[in-house]
């Protein structure tokens, strides 16, 4: 059985972004997304995301690139001025240099969950906005952040070395792939669910139809989740810091197109949620399949 969990980040950045995704889920094409705390358009997400009980929604935490939860004063080491910092590069070179609080971390990470909670949410997993959790001393404090508000599933942000993508991408992310043994050792992973990996990290900002299909055919068995930011172009979206922009139109198009395809005919395709991943023995996914 083939496990595909499609998860849609950035829910509640704008009004094009929710509408998109809830359109997508109302199609059949995705059931899961994660929901910015901080996000502009976070009141319009919690009226669509209460009106559709069957999507689940995770907290996609922010700690770059964005205003935080919490006032600037109490997470000092995370902020400049009153907001995080706006460029991952800056953010990574903090971290290195040990100079992000991880007590910090972990009351702002609490801060985002129990915002979508106090707001009616059932959080159902969290990510990170670019990924950042993939450093042990991030996803570190955001388990115990999660784990204290009864949130037991997490993105696995590790790519299996055959998923497909721009070539500087893929090259990243292969270097970056030294860090999942840490990554793992972090928490106790039998505690938390998640998949056998992530696909579409790297095709981010390539994610069209024939990316799409190349990757659901080259899927394995297991679960596996696809990340997507799809979209709609609006005036809000001109006014957000993002390197994504009209590929949101391409990607939500490619999902609405090939999604209900592979369901009709791969028979052994199973669409599913965070609700539906189960805590699991992390495999040795670098195999090609």
């Not at 704008?14 to 502009?40: F, K, Q, V, W, Y």
């Not at 922010?62 to 991952?88: H, M, Y």
């Not at 070395?161 to 928490?187: I, K, N, T, V, Y």
């Amino acid at each position: 059985m083939r496990r595909l969990l499609i998860n849609a980040d950035d829910f509640g950045l704008t009004p094009g972004i929710n509408r998109a995704i809830a359109e997508l889920h109302d199609a059949g094409c995705l059931l899961s997304t994660t929901l910015m705390a901080n996000g502009a358009a976070f009141a319009d997400a919690i009226a669509l995301a209460t009106a559709r009980p069957a999507l689940a929604v995770g907290c996609h935490i922010v700690l770059t690139d964005g205003v935080p939860v919490l006032p600037a004063k109490e997470i000092p080491s995370l902020v400049q001025g009153a907001n995080f910092r706006p460029r991952l590069g800056s953010f990574i070179a903090s971290l290195i240099l040990g100079r992000l609080n991880e007590a910090e971390i972990e009351r702002e990470a609490t801060a985002q969950i129990r915002k979508l909670q106090d707001a009616g949410i059932r959080v159902s997993h969290i990510d990170s906005h670019k990924h950042t959790h993939l450093f042990p001393a991030i996803v570190r404090p955001l388990a115990r952040a999660a784990a204290a508000c009864g949130v037991h599933a997490l993105r696995n942000p590790f790519e299996p070395e055959w998923s497909p993508g721009s070539m500087m991408r893929m090259l990243q992310f292969r270097a970056l792939g030294r860090l999942r043994d840490p990554f793992f050792q972090q928490f106790d992973e039998a505690a938390f669910a998640t998949t056998d990996g992530t696909l579409g990290i790297s095709a981010t900002g390539d994610l069209n139809p024939e990316t799409l299909h190349g990757l659901l055919q080259l899927m394995p068995e297991g679960t596996w989740e696809l990340v997507c930011h799809p979209g709609y172009v609006d005036t809000a979206l001109s006014a957000v810091t993002t390197r994504l922009r009209q590929h949101r139109e391409i990607e939500f198009n490619a999902l609405l197109n090939e999604i209900p395809h592979a369901l009709r005919n791969y028979p052994e395709l199973q669409l599913i949620s965070y609700r539906d991943v189960h805590p699991i023995a992390i495999p040795n996914w670098n195999e090609a399949p």
